[in-house]
Structure formats: structure tokens, C-alpha cells
């Protein structure tokens, strides 16, 4: 212990009487610069790129708005894509507007389905900024731009012809345009083999 | 100022510096002061930076901090520690301006070595420390400070200050065992 603290100590003294003495130390050579500039380079680059690559790939699908605030969720039955943050949204066609679109919808007959008279309103959700929709027996609609949307479930009693109806409408919650809409009529015991669990249970 | 030391042992607080005992009222004492201080510093300085032209600068700037700052000295006596201290932050600051600098530059090839070529072990296995306790080993053996003393001019606990110079001590001795 006692030679280490000698030669400390000595060690010490040394250095001050060396670097008080600029003649004991060689001109200082010019600084080069290594190989490790060319790796710091690279090690910038891939920085930079790992955080531009993924702003610029979030940028461009932007388009499709805001990936990132998309969630989905439940409702009624229904699965929801939509925009988080959608707090505050007002649909200009009420709740009685919406449903008596979805009725007259199913009394039409549009599109070559049974035209059901009678239906009554089984549930009825207003839903903002939705890029799509799918519903319990799976299947699928999808809304293109947002739209803000009634989402509304219908049933019908049995009537000649069909014993039982359900029926699940988008009501354009601006419009009152019918957006997308699905209709099963059925007669018991022969249920359709997309029914859901919601179906009416045949008699 | 070496003349003061004991040869093998490091120095008592008492013998650092000729000037600190006594009152200092020109600027010309002051100017002697520091001057006569400068030549420990830049060692301190060299301890932690390993590199005599980061040194010089920071010893520079502890210099005119010092002038700046003199009148708030409350303690002419402790001038030594309070310059140490000063060197000490000057040193941490340049070595942390000069830590990417120093990383992609090449590195230097002997020069420290060849300076102290009397004890080349003992140098190289003091340049392995880490700088804090290359710090402590200055403020030990080359100012003669204690350990209390030491902790106070680089801010830690008296405690951390003896773990950093039984560690650095404990790793000198096994490097040059080797």
C-alpha cells in the first residue's frame, strides 16, 4: 500500500513538472478522423430513417384519416370502425327520422326483397365519422368516407308469406339516405344459415 | 510549491500553497495566487480530461472564473480547494463538450506515456480509470487533500468519495500486478 501511495504521489509531481513544461510535450498532431466517422454517418442515417420512414408511410395514408385515432367497437349487436374522438357530433336527422326511413326501407321492397309491413324498431344507435360496419352474422358494409350513421335493428311479426323478419339498416345520419341495409324473412323451421343468435327463435 | 511536499507521501493540507494562509488584498496577490496555482490545476485538469490542450482550456477558464469571481471568495485560505472545485466543473463541462469529439477522433498513440515515461505502468493504469476517480486520486496525492476535503471539491458524500479512491486504488493495484 505504502509504494502505491509513493509512486501516487510521485506520479503526481511528475505530471505537474511535465505539463509545466510544454517543451516536454510533442506538438499536438493534426486530429484525423477514423473509420467511426463513417459509422457514426451511417448510425445517423438509419436514425433518421427509422423515424422519417414510418412519419412519411403515416402521412401518406393519412388520406384514409388518422389510422391511428381509428377504434372499434360495439354497438347493438353491430361492429363499429370509426374515428376516436368524435365527441360532440350531432346527427341532423333525428332518432324518429332515422327509424321511419329504416321502415319504410323494409315496406318497400327495395332491391327485390319481400316488402314487410308491421316492423317495429328493435334498437337504434346513432354512430359519428363510421368507416364501416359489420354486423353479429358477419356480414359487411363499408361506408367509404366517414359517415355519420343510424344504426338501426328491425323485426317484423309473421305475415303472409314470411313468419319471420329482421332487418338491420344504416340510416344516413346527415341525409336520411338508407347507407346500407340487410333483411332476412324466413319461415319456420327453416332458418337462413347466416342467422345470428339474435334471430327470432322459430316457434 | 513541490518543495513543500514530502517526498513519498501525499502532501498535508497544510503545506498546499504558499499563499493560502495569509490575507489577500491586491490584485497582484491575486495574480500570483492564481498563478502559482496554475500549474496543479492543468494536472487536475489532465487527470480528468487525459488530454493536455483540453487541459490548458479548461485551466483557462477556470483562471478567469476565478478573477471574476474572487470577491466571493469568503475564505482566502481555501482557495486552493475553491480552485480545484472550479477546475474540477470546468473539466467535466469540456470533457462532456469533447466526449463525441474524442470518440470518432483516433486515438492518441502514447503521448501521456512518453511524458511520464519514469512510471509508464503506472500511468497507463491510472489512464483505465474512470475520470472521477482519476478526479480523487489528483485531489489526494497531488493537492494532499483528505477525503472529507476531497468529497467537498467534487460534491459527493465523504462516504462515495472513499468508495471511488478504494476502488481506484484496488484496480491500480491489480493492473500492475499484471
Not at chain 1, 109 to 123: L, Q
Not at chain 2, 162 to 175: D, G, I, V
Amino acid at each position: 500500500v505504502n509504494q502505491l501511495d509513493e509512486r501516487l504521489s510521485t506520479y503526481h509531481r511528475g505530471l505537474v513538472a511535465s505539463l509545466a513544461s510544454p517543451a516536454a510535450y510533442p506538438a499536438d498532431k493534426p486530429r484525423r478522423t477514423s473509420r467511426r466517422w463513417r459509422f457514426a454517418a451511417a448510425t445517423l442515417l438509419g436514425v433518421v430513417a427509422a423515424v422519417a420512414v414510418p412519419l412519411v408511410v403515416l402521412h401518406l395514408v393519412s388520406g384514409t384519416p388518422g389510422r391511428a385515432s381509428v377504434i372499434t367497437v360495439k354497438v347493438s349487436g353491430f361492429t363499429v370502425v370509426e374515428e376516436a374522438d368524435t365527441n360532440g357530433v350531432t346527427p341532423r336527422i333525428n332518432r324518429n327520422q332515422a327509424a321511419s326511413a329504416a321502415l319504410q326501407w323494409l315496406a318497400s321492397g327495395e332491391g327485390g326483397m319481400p316488402a314487410i309491413d308491421g316492423a317495429r324498431i328493435v334498437t337504434s344507435s346513432f354512430r359519428a365519422d363510421v368507416y364501416s360496419v359489420t354486423w353479429a352474422d358477419g356480414s359487411y358494409s363499408t361506408t367509404g368516407p366517414p359517415e355519420n350513421l343510424w344504426l338501426i335493428t328491425l323485426e317484423a311479426p309473421g305475415q303472409p308469406g314470411w313468419q319471420h323478419t329482421e332487418a338491420h339498416v344504416l340510416v344516413d345520419g346527415d341525409t336520411g339516405d338508407i347507407s346500407g341495409a340487410n333483411q332476412y324473412s324466413y319461415n319456420c323451421p327453416t332458418a337462413p344459415a347466416s342467422a345470428s343468435p339474435d334471430y327470432p327463435a322459430c316457434p | 510549491m513541490s518543495a513543500q511536499m514530502v517526498e513519498g507521501t501525499a502532501p498535508s493540507p497544510e503545506t498546499v500553497g504558499r499563499a493560502q494562509a495569509a490575507p489577500l488584498s491586491t490584485a497582484t496577490d491575486v495574480a500570483e495566487l492564481l498563478e502559482e496555482a496554475q500549474p496543479r490545476l492543468l494536472a487536475l485538469a489532465y487527470s480528468v480530461l487525459r488530454d493536455r490542450g483540453l487541459a490548458s482550456d479548461a485551466v483557462q477558464d477556470t483562471m478567469e472564473r476565478a478573477l471574476r469571481a474572487w470577491s466571493t471568495l469568503r475564505s482566502p485560505a481555501s482557495s486552493g480547494a475553491w480552485l480545484a472545485k472550479i477546475c474540477l466543473r470546468q473539466s467535466s463541462r469540456l470533457r462532456r463538450k469533447e466526449l463525441l469529439r474524442s470518440w470518432l477522433r483516433l486515438p492518441r498513440d502514447g503521448v501521456s506515456a512518453e511524458l511520464l515515461a519514469a512510471d509508464i505502468d503506472l500511468e497507463r493504469a491510472i489512464a483505465k480509470l474512470p475520470p472521477r476517480q482519476r478526479a480523487i486520486l489528483a485531489l489526494h496525492y497531488l493537492y494532499g487533500f483528505s477525503l472529507d476535503e476531497s468529497a467537498g471539491v467534487l460534491g459527493v458524500r465523504p462516504g462515495t468519495a472513499r468508495s471511488h479512491l478504494a476502488r481506484a486504488l484496488n484496480t491500480l493495484r491489480q493492473e500492475l500486478q499484471q
